[in-house]
């Protein structure tokens, strides 16, 4: 492959899966700017290495498991800014009146609230299997896990989430009475 056929295959793939991937550096990382940063080494990377992707893994995977072990190894290299960012509010205007607009943002603030609390292999296994739709295969590819594993986490991870959610609707109804 030369180089202008390199180039243009990452920009196709950076136009397709650059949200996405943002998206999911954010939620591990909680600091925007950096995630910014990883996800264009991200793509840099898949520039330099492209010669090593095989067509067994969808690009998407590939570039996802990049993107988690370049996350990875900046948790090894030192501790991130805390930053929160909700990408579950992104939502288009679909006709629904104001009040279900601030319960829907409420809702999706708790929700991402509750994940990002979460200890990092369940915050992991539930950001790629239910909000960017990976599949069991997928997700164990990008995370270096086995299918069973991939399983069992995300079981865990969701009753996780709901013992969170719970508790902060617990919190919630504590504050309103």
Do not use: C
């Not at 925007?32 to 690009?59: C, G, H, V, W």
């Not at 959610?165 to 504050?175: F, N, P, R, S, V």
């Amino acid at each position: 492959m030369i180089d202008r056929d390199k180039k243009d295959l990452i920009e196709e793939w950076y136009d397709q899966f650059s949200e996405p991937i943002i998206k999911y550096i954010v939620l591990m990382t909680k600091d925007y700017q950096l995630a910014e940063d990883i996800m264009q080494e991200t793509f840099i990377r898949a520039y330099r290495t492209i010669a090593t992707y095989r067509n067994e893994a969808s690009p998407k995977t590939w570039l996802f498991r990049i993107a988690h072990n370049l996350t990875v190894d900046y948790f090894r290299m030192k501790k991130p800014t805390i930053q929160e960012m909700n990408f579950f509010t992104r939502y288009k205007d679909n006709g629904i009146g104001p009040d279900d607009q601030v319960y829907i943002k409420e809702k999706s603030q708790q929700i991402t609230k509750a994940i990002l609390s979460l200890k990092k292999a369940y915050k992991e296994v539930i950001v790629l299997r239910k909000v960017h739709h990976f599949n069991t295969k997928e997700t164990a590819e990008i995370l270096n896990w086995s299918d069973s594993k991939v399983k069992s986490k995300l079981k865990q991870a969701l009753k996780a989430l709901e013992k969170q959610l719970e508790k902060e609707d617990g919190k919630h109804y504590a504050k309103a009475r």
